[in-house]
């Protein structure tokens, strides 16, 4: 059984940075990629950030890029998402997901339909 569980969220000041942390247990890491994703209030989901199996392949959203970093542990049992600089446009609920992806182009990693589970969520509040 996958079970995925965020952590880490939190209110900042805009310029400051956290770190999110996705607990997973039962995910195959060798043939799962895992990515995060997130969903301001009125507003359609997003991918952020996505890691593929084996952590070889990494793709950002252009909101991301040079300000996030995805990463996993060696174990492969806890996935990452360092938020530095953040900005009040990165205010959302941050989601971890874990889905086995036949198509390995950014779309399809940061797209969200292929990805098979889902965490709860952690809140991420940035004030201007």
């Known amino acids: 059984q996958v079970k995925l569980m965020e952590s880490g969220g939190g209110s900042v000041q805009a310029g400051g940075s956290l770190r999110l942390s996705c607990a997973a247990s039962?995910?195959?890491?060798?043939?799962?990629?895992m990515a995060w994703f997130h969903q301001a209030p009125g507003k359609e989901r997003e991918g952020v950030a996505a890691?593929?199996?084996?952590?070889?392949?990494?793709y950002y959203a252009d909101s991301a890029k040079g300000r996030f970093t995805i990463s996993q542990d060696n174990a492969k049992t806890t996935l990452y998402l360092q938020m530095n600089s953040l900005k009040p446009e990165d205010t959302a609920v941050y989601y971890c997901a874990a889905g086995f992806l036949q198509d390995w182009s950014q779309p399809s990693a940061l797209g969200g339909e292929a990805y098979e589970y889902w965490g709860q969520g952690t809140q991420v509040t940035v004030s201007s």
């Open positions: 890691i593929s199996p084996g952590g070889t392949i990494t």
């Open positions: 039962g995910v195959a890491s060798n043939t799962h990629w």
